[in-house]
């Protein structure tokens, strides 16, 4: 579970080889969103942007949960400490990740509010009526952002969708 920490600690590339070294998913919070591509398969969710983000996923089925750059005003501890945790400064996941050795590749279980969130997404994604589904503005500031635009908003409505549906591809 990774939060805004890992940004502005500069720990992203750690928090990647982390992933890949010991063959895990990661979640971010609202305030990493984009530390991993949306198609990597490191990439579980953005979470914490509404009330059962934490619990569907998957947290509280984890043998432990490793949580880095945790912001307390985004994610509070009562609200993802839903099995063991360990509490990581982002300047520990290298060394971490070195203690983890390269692991076998195998696929990773994707949590359901992985598939929930790729449900109502997708399905605005080919609605060209108007008005026009959040999911497909989105789509679009995506878009811009892999051509190395900067998408900002307010919070809201229009930053809950931004936050919940923008496809990242980078930070």
């Known amino acids: 579970l990774a939060g805004p920490g890992v940004i502005s600690d500069r720990a992203v590339p750690s928090l990647h080889d982390l992933a890949v070294s010991a063959g895990i998913g990661v979640l971010n919070t609202w305030g990493a969103k984009g530390v991993f591509d949306w198609r990597s398969q490191h990439h579980l969710a953005t979470i914490g942007l509404q009330a059962d983000d934490f ?24 609200r993802w400490r839903l099995a063991p945790a360990l509490t990581v400064p982002p300047a520990g996941l290298a060394p971490l990740a070195e203690r983890c050795g390269p692991s076998r590749p195998r696929p990773l279980a994707m949590p359901p509010l992985r598939a929930r969130l790729a449900a109502v997404t997708q399905r605005g994604w080919s ?33 809950f969708w931004v936050a919940r549906t923008l496809g990242t591809t980078r930070l």
């Open 127 to 159: 609605v060209e009526a108007s008005p026009l589904p959040p999911s497909r503005a989105t789509m679009h500031y995506a878009e811009c952002v892999a051509a190395g635009a900067l998408v900002a908003a307010d919070a809201g409505n229009g930053g």
């Open 55 to 78: 619990e569907l996923s998957g947290l509280g089925d984890a043998d432990l949960i490793v949580a880095t750059g945790l912001d307390r005003a985004e994610s509070p501890e009562e």
